[in-house]
């Protein structure tokens, strides 16, 4: 059956209007009460959301739904995506959900919905309570208030306090860490502090719409400039809901998730890793040089985990700095990959410059466009022959992958080539002729 609200990352909108208008959340949660209370006699979900102004609302909303389901809700208030995945599979809770936009702006919002396995809830079930959705949604609405458990995110951050395999105490490096004013803001200094991690913290004072404002992982500037004013080894950098994280070395480089994935696939010795059609070609010609495997998915850490599960891998992630340590967790985490990086860096005694040296990096560009609509791709023909011109002018030197983001109304253009003039050159035309015929 096809989905229309449910995509790769939940239901995702502008909050107030469809699908995140007040009636189709509160429907939202009256049908996945109905569904959890087929799975368990003695239901209870957990909630959860990151900084935006919207949350609070919508949490009332769902949490009004599951009670006129007959289902209970505990609401853990501002926590990372992962950090309520977690929760959702540690504690006794049949399902859990986050209301967040991840990396979106403040105006956006989103409900993704995992199940007690920590992972996001199987296809099955989110069309059940898609059509559950369709069938309710012309209820009404309504609210209830809700009061937040401080004990829910304490256990979080116990969790991740018992990943750290690091030296206690490591005041030694001198770190800033940017936390979007997202859903770090609180549980990041807590748990740095806790493992004797000393950190300037920055882009912690949330007001609702600032997350991901000219901050965060989409926005390495401004932790870039701090980390070289201040002469400190590496800067972290997470997204709005904290499944993500990019770093910044003591020299000003970016250490992307590409990045991230080599030295963890060589620090934990694993055979295999999954990324994506958008991880640069320098990573798999590295990593086939120290005889570990790549397999590559579409876009998004969804696909990537399936992989990861299909064949038992241990690692796998995004270029974007979504990392999945599937010894540890059932998600991306922020949280756990800065843990595991810091990690790299303290037990080895190397900088992240000296950690990534080895690996090669093609020249790559991202460009974006924005699109009215979402036609097929090959259904156009200027699109598609000139994606094919470009491929055939590289001839194996390079790649071109165009496609549709998963979240919002743009097509992304990606083009790696040998020189950083034949990036840019197709990646121009390309993006030229997407413009003229899909452009908004």
């Not at 099955?124 to 209820?139: A, C, H, K, N, P």
């Not at 083009?415 to 035309?429: F, W, Y």
Request: with cysteine.
């Amino acid at each position: 059956m096809a989905r229309d609200l449910f995509g790769t990352d939940g239901i995702r909108g502008v909050a107030g209007e469809p699908p995140l208008d007040d009636a189709t959340v509160y429907a939202a949660g009256r049908a996945l009460g109905e569904l959890v209370e087929r799975l368990d006699p003695h239901p209870e979900v957990v909630l959860g959301m990151d900084t935006r102004e919207s949350g609070p609302h919508l949490a009332r909303l769902m949490a009004a739904g599951l009670e006129r389901a007959g289902v209970p809700a505990r609401f853990a208030g501002v926590i990372p995506t992962p950090g309520l995945a977690r929760l959702t599979h540690a504690e006794h809770f049949v399902a859990g959900v986050m209301l967040s936009a991840s990396h979106n702006p403040y105006q956006d919002n989103g409900i993704k919905i995992f199940a007690h396995s920590g992972y996001k809830l199987p296809d099955e079930q989110e069309e059940q309570v898609e059509q559950g959705i369709g069938r309710l949604r012309d209820g009404g609405a309504a609210t209830r208030e809700l009061s937040i458990d401080p004990t829910l995110a304490d256990r979080y951050i116990d969790f991740l306090a018992r990943c750290w395999a690091g030296p206690q105490g490591s005041s030694r490096l001198k770190l800033v860490v940017d936390c979007a004013n997202g859903a770090s803001y609180q549980v990041a200094p807590r748990l740095f502090e806790r493992l004797g991690l000393a950190a300037e913290f920055t882009a912690n004072q949330p007001d609702g719409r600032n997350i991901n404002l000219n901050c965060g992982s989409l926005h390495l500037d401004a932790v870039r400039s701090r980390v070289l004013e201040t002469k400190s080894d590496l800067g972290v950098a997470f997204d709005g809901d904290a499944d993500r994280a990019l770093f910044i070395s003591g020299s000003g480089r970016e250490i992307n998730g590409d990045a991230v994935l080599w030295m963890a696939a060589r620090h934990l010795a694993t055979p295999l890793v999954v990324s994506t059609t958008m991880a640069n070609l320098g990573l798999e010609k590295a990593l086939a040089g120290e005889g570990i495997g790549m397999i590559r998915t579409q876009v998004g850490d969804k696909y990537v985990l399936e992989e990861m599960l299909r064949r038992d891998a241990e690692l796998g992630g995004e270029q974007s700095g979504h990392v999945i340590f599937r010894r540890w967790a059932t998600t991306g985490d922020g949280l756990l990959t800065a843990l595991k990086v810091l990690e790299m860096v303290l037990t080895t005694g190397r900088t992240l410059d000296e950690l990534t040296a080895s690996l090669p990096v093609y020249p790559q560009i991202i460009r974006n466009v924005r699109v009215k609509g979402r036609t097929p791709l090959d259904q156009v023909p200027a699109v598609y022959q000139a994606v094919e011109r470009g491929e055939r002018e590289l001839d194996g030197r390079g790649r071109i992958i165009v496609r549709y983001s998963g979240t919002e109304a743009l097509i992304r253009v990606m083009v790696e080539a040998e020189t950083e003039e034949e990036v840019d050159r197709h990646a121009t035309r390309l993006v030229d002729i997407i413009s003229g015929q899909l452009g908004a």
